[in-house]
């Protein structure tokens, strides 16, 4: 059974605050499950909601009008998802989101969540660093996203899924702790599947990365970056693993 407070302290929005005050949160939220393949939630759904992932792996895309898939996110438990479709004028959600494994979600109504932000200032504070951090990424990405080269799309997104969701695999790597197929990846980036086979066969051959069935281990992020020769710095995500 899911121990909703010990998983919503792990989240950016309730970290600041203590056990007996997100206790009271827990009483409002409800665990839900979702087997292989089940959504979430759907684009033009309702939004009355937020949600935290406490198990398993979720998949977040969008279908574009040709069919096309386009994966924006990958989350791991402790991720909050879900905050700007409730606060938005429309109300409704944009976009998809699936379970890649048989997951643990915790439901948050919008309206208890609003009150609580009235009692406990810090929580709406870290909600609008974390959309602020996101849409700061999305401005800086947008203008030159169509300009840069499959190689650079790949190795910028291996950067921020190891910054976001990797752990210490120790001598100085690290392993991204998600299952990410190269078609998920492909769907990342723009790309096809066997252009990012190209991309990480290359890496690998460099030694710069590791690649097995499950995951991908970055051997020297500081050498990925050096690779990926960006001036931009990889800016903070609101579902950051470490602080």
Not at 18 to 41: L, W, Y
Not at 46 to 63: C, F, H, K, M, S
Not at 81 to 102: K, Q, S, T
């Amino acid at each position: 059974m899911v121990g909703v407070t010990r998983t919503l302290l792990t989240t950016y929005l309730f970290q600041d605050l203590s056990p007996a005050e997100v206790d009271r949160m827990s009483a409002k939220a409800t665990v839900m499950r979702f087997e292989r393949n089940q959504h979430i939630c759907r684009q033009g759904d309702a939004a009355d909601e937020i949600w935290v992932l406490a198990t398993g792996q979720l998949r977040e895309y969008r279908v574009d009008v040709d069919g096309n898939e386009f994966v924006s996110e990958l989350m791991s438990p402790g991720a909050v998802f879900g905050e700007p479709g409730p606060f938005a004028r429309e109300r409704d959600r944009v976009m998809n989101v699936v379970a890649v494994v048989p997951s643990e979600v915790i439901r948050i109504p919008r309206d208890d969540l609003y009150e609580f932000f009235l009692d406990h200032p810090p929580v709406l504070q870290r909600l609008l660093e974390g959309l602020a951090s996101d849409a700061r990424a999305a401005l800086i990405d947008l203008p030159t996203a169509a300009y840069r080269s499959v190689f650079s799309r790949v190795l910028e997104r291996l950067i921020l899924l190891a910054s976001t969701h990797g752990v210490d695999a120790g001598d100085g790597a690290v392993r991204i702790d998600l299952r990410v197929s190269q078609s998920e990846l492909a769907a990342m980036v723009g790309c096809t599947r066997e252009n990012v086979n190209r991309v990480l066969s290359t890496l690998a051959d460099r030694g710069v990365v590791r690649l097995d069935r499950r995951s991908i281990l970055v051997t020297d992020p500081r050498q990925l970056e050096f690779v990926a020769g960006s001036s931009e710095p990889v800016l903070h995500r609101r579902n950051r693993r470490v602080e």
